[in-house]
């Protein structure tokens, strides 16, 4: 069972850097990509960056291009959104996604989601 568990949200300041993080276990999928997306209240879910895992390829949201660093540990089985120069629209929930091709990877297609960390950013 592919389990995808995110940790690290919090409050903070505008300006303020935060590390979120997500472990995932449970498949011997090759060939994937992970993603991060988020969604503020009364918003839909978007994307905000990309990787493939065995490539390293990386893809971001124009919003947090220069702001937002993704990042992998192959060993620890680990994804990890560092973000910088927070500003209070990053305020949203934040999933950690899983997808089993390479396709698409800035579209909410993905095939498994964790359970949402919220980051809120104060002014």
């Known amino acids: 069972q592919v389990q995808l568990v995110e940790s690290g949200g919090g409050l903070v300041q505008a300006g303020d850097s935060l590390r979120l993080s997500c472990a995932t276990s449970?498949?011997?999928?090759?060939?994937?990509?992970m993603g991060w997306f988020r969604q503020a209240p009364g918003k839909e879910r978007e994307f905000v960056a990309a990787?493939?895992?065995?490539?390293?390829?990386?893809f971001y949201a124009d919003s947090v291009k220069g702001r937002f660093t993704i990042s992998r540990d192959n060993a620890k089985n680990t994804l990890y959104l560092q973000m910088g120069s927070l500003k209070p629209e990053d305020t949203a929930v934040y999933y950690c996604?899983?997808?089993?091709?390479?396709?698409?990877?800035?579209?909410?297609?993905?095939?498994?989601w964790g359970q949402g960390t919220q980051v809120t950013v104060s002014s």
């Open positions: 990787v493939t895992w065995s490539g390293g390829s990386t």
């Open positions: 449970g498949h011997n999928y090759r060939n994937y990509a």
């Open positions: 996604a899983l997808k089993t091709n390479l396709f698409g990877l800035t579209l909410a297609g993905y095939d498994y």
